[in-house]
């Protein structure tokens, strides 16, 4: 059996990430290395390249001389929804680095590209593939918490605005840490509470408070002239299914911990906090209130989640299943922050779905 052609759009720092994972999956080899930067790609290619493997300027030209099986698209968000188009209608097998694109009919589009050309899109949401996270999941399915009535998403830094790449920019990126940390973390808690029931309606608002006072930052000072986008965001979802979202997102809040990221799910038999990858359950029985904290098996794979996902993906082509994350589910995320924007924009008030 021939191995899979794989092509790489955009060799910037997330790429990595995935050129790592493809080089752990024995029967992947990258043939197209494409950035707009050509050193970057020469670079790449001369590291990770499979037999022949070529560089290139143009994801047109790779997408229609490469003879590519699939390729993972790692651009600016405001390019996911063209390229990853582009690839789908020439037959090709996309995966999409997070968010998916940063608009809701951009989203659509790209499903319909998917079902249209009867190829595969997946999104990378890493998160999912965590071993708490996998068993949360399994117990929600399961009914074991009962319905999630009402969830919180949080992607919370206390001083950690990315000062590289585009993360500034409004027009490249979309939006700045909902849609850049945010998207994680909402489509960690969908995911988790299993409902992609549609949006009824949506209120939200930005922060840019922080901005002006500039001081420490883990990422090194920002420069204020560049900040185009908001440094927190902050909105409640309703879902058709009567569930709340409620979803929290900044680079730069005043709080105690350096990080707060993950998810809270509120159901009618018990409810569940995964934080940092740290799980803990709690609920009521026998008249008593309790709360107990699973450790998970050791994980003697050696793979990161990256690494785990990017294997999934691999697994899905070559044996015709389903991605872990389908375009359904990732356009859904995408709708969800679209709403908290517009709502934000139209001064806080309520986005009627």
Partial sequence: MSKLRVGIVGLGFISKHHLEGYKKCPDVEVVGFCDIIEERAKNACEKYGGPGAKVYVNYLEMIAEAHLDAVSVCTENNMHATISIAALNAGIHVFCEKPMTISSEDADAMVAAAHRNHKKLSVGYQSRFGENAQMLHDMV?????????????????????????????????????????????????????????????????????????????????????????????????????????????????????PLRDGAILYGVKGGAELMQGQLTLNGAHHDRVWESTPRPIHDESGLSNYDKEIAWWVNCILKDTEPKVKPEEAAQVVKVIDAIYKSARNGGKAVLL
């Fill in 141 to 257: 399915a399961n009914g074991e918490l009962g319905k999630i009535y009402y969830a919180e998403a949080k992607a919370m830094r206390r001083r950690g605005v990315p000062t590289w790449g585009v993360f500034l920019n409004l027009k490249k990126q979309g939006g700045g840490p909902l849609i850049d940390i945010g998207t994680h973390l909402v489509d960690f808690t969908l995911w988790l509470m299993n409902d992609y029931s549609p949006i009824i309606s949506a209120i939200g608002t930005v922060s840019n408070d922080l901005i002006p006072l500039g001081g420490y930052n883990d990422g090194g000072p920002w420069d204020i002239s560049k900040f185009e986008v908001e440094d927190g965001a902050f909105g409640m979802v309703t879902l058709q299914s009567g569930a709340s979202l409620l979803v929290n997102a900044t680079w730069a809040v005043n709080q105690k911990e």
